[in-house]
């Protein structure tokens, strides 16, 4: 469905007086999305996530590399592919002054699609994303959840083969991003390939069957969720917690108990297949951390290993 | 079968989004395209104008100050409502509402979507226009049937010219900021002094040359030779070349800024 190879995306800076700068947001990536999968692009805010979802949604010229969506070039092809593609922005781009119905309604349209049909498709999408008694409220007087559940209605309303979802839960509370993550699950079941960005780690597992991790630009691993974890990180965590200060100056006297320790700003994390028992021998050299918890690692753990860092929100 | 889809389909299928919002606003812009005017007729062509009188060759050969401001009136108002279409409009839908990224993130191309929004301004100046001239007639300001028939489309086609100069300006602008110099500095001097109100010889020779060169003249003296029935066609053929100029120009600048602004 997605075919990328050695896929670059740059940009040239203007200075308000200096010489333009080149920036690379994106530096020759490769990937292969197939029909029905549900595809994520993990990553840290400026690893280029975004800038490759918008050449994917023909809205972003390709810099250098070949990009093939359905096997169509979007250099030649936008409208086109764009036809096939829904797409559901990571900020909204509804018309506010316009009711939910008339949003849906004018997109649509833009499909070229006759008004009977856009007409019944409504009453099915407002049913779908459960917005059914809202279709004659304003956009504005929506809730962010409701926005967002909109915005995914409006980006079915062509029947895409591809959804693509920019960061499709961020800034929602946890019930909204529950009753999103429902929809897109069953979008997947009827079959419609989704790729997604996130750098929510619980969202891409969740929902990717395959994902790859880009940072800088780049992918630095590619794989399913549990095919990460393995691959990256040990079978569980522990974490333990000292107090403010003495998380890093602890972190040598322990480090010969785990596979791996990370230093995060307010805890450590104890890389170990056992590892209660790992726990435990931090207890035995006498520590004593103000909390402790043990875990099975997550794609969370993958990203710190990878990324290097936290992630930064 | 969308490769066969020609732009002009494609921009039409934008005519429900503009009904929609025309339909939503029509009640304000009643106010603004039409009131107003009428205001100012009343105003300075009436009231005012009772106590200027001026010899009909001073004033383009217009019987009355009326007669003389009322074609004028009519031109300032198709330019007005195009920079009012074009400035806060077009940075609301590129940057606070962010319309135009969903419309593109459809089959449109820039190019249809700005196609189907200059249709949508010029046919709310022909509305508008339509109406004033309409409510003018009954002061017996027109000369020529016709011309004044015609008039209207010489009004569609200022409409046109000032719409797609400022929609490039704002499609490229970081905030609206520039807007209220746009109006000040931009549109209202034009407004005063391009021979809505007075006969611009009336300038002295060099300002005189400055208002020629002003697309509003241009509409304005176009406007006034057809409603008052006396056409000078050397003229009447060099301004619609102007103002033609002005809308292509103004076209080519609007869809290749807005391009550079939402492809990037």
Known sequence: MIMARGLRKSFVRRARRGEASEFEAVRGIDVDVRRGEAFGFLGPNGAGKSSTMRMICCVSPVSAGELRIFGLDPATHGPQIRARIGVCPQEDTLDTELNVWENLFVYGRYFGLPRDVVKGRIEELLDFVQLSDKARAKVEDLSGGMKRRLTIARSLINRPEILILDEPTTGLDPQARHVIWDRLFRLKQQGVTLVLTTHYMDEAEQLADRLVVMDKGVIVAEGSPRELIEQYSTREVAEIRFGPGENEPTAPKVEDLADRVEVLPDRLLLYADDGERTLQDVLARGLRPETTLVRRATLEDVFLRLTGRTLVD | ??????????????????????????????????????????????????????????????????????????????????????????????????????????????????????????????????????????????????????????????????????????????????????????????????????????????????????????????????????????????????????????????????????VT
């Open chain 2, 1 to 262: 079968m969308a490769a066969l889809t020609p732009s002009y389909a494609r921009a039409l299928r934008l005519a429900d989004y503009w009904a929609t919002v025309y339909k939503r606003t029509w009640k304000g812009g009643v106010i603004t395209s039409f009131v107003t005017p009428f205001f100012y007729v009343v105003a300075m062509g009436v009231l005012l104008g009772d106590y200027v009188t001026a010899d009909p060759a001073r004033l383009d050969g217009a019987s009355s100050y009326l007669s003389f401001i009322a074609p004028g009136m009519v031109a300032a108002q198709a330019m007005t409502i195009a920079f009012s279409e074009t400035t806060y409009p077009v940075m609301g839908m590129v940057k606070w509402q962010r319309i135009y990224h969903s419309m593109i993130a459809s089959p449109l191309r820039v190019g249809e979507i700005v196609l189907a929004q200059i249709g949508f301004i010029v046919l709310r100046v022909a509305f508008s226009c339509a109406v004033f001239l309409a409510v003018l007639a009954p002061f017996g300001v027109f000369e020529s049937v016709w011309g004044t028939l015609v008039a209207l489309p010489v009004q569609m086609l200022l409409g046109l010219a000032f719409a797609t100069p400022v929609f490039a300006f704002a499609a490229g602008l970081a905030d609206e900021s520039a807007f209220a110099l746009v109006f000040r500095l931009g549109m209202i001097p034009l407004t005063l002094f391009s021979g809505t109100f007075f006969p611009i010889d009336n300038l002295g020779p060099v300002l005189e040359a400055v208002a020629r060169v002003t697309p509003l003249w241009q509409g304005v003296h176009l406007t006034r030779m057809l409603v008052l029935g006396d056409v000078q066609w050397g003229w009447a053929a060099f301004h619609v070349a102007y103002l033609l100029a002005l809308g292509a120009v103004g076209w080519f600048l609007t869809v290749r800024r807005l391009t550079r602004r939402l």
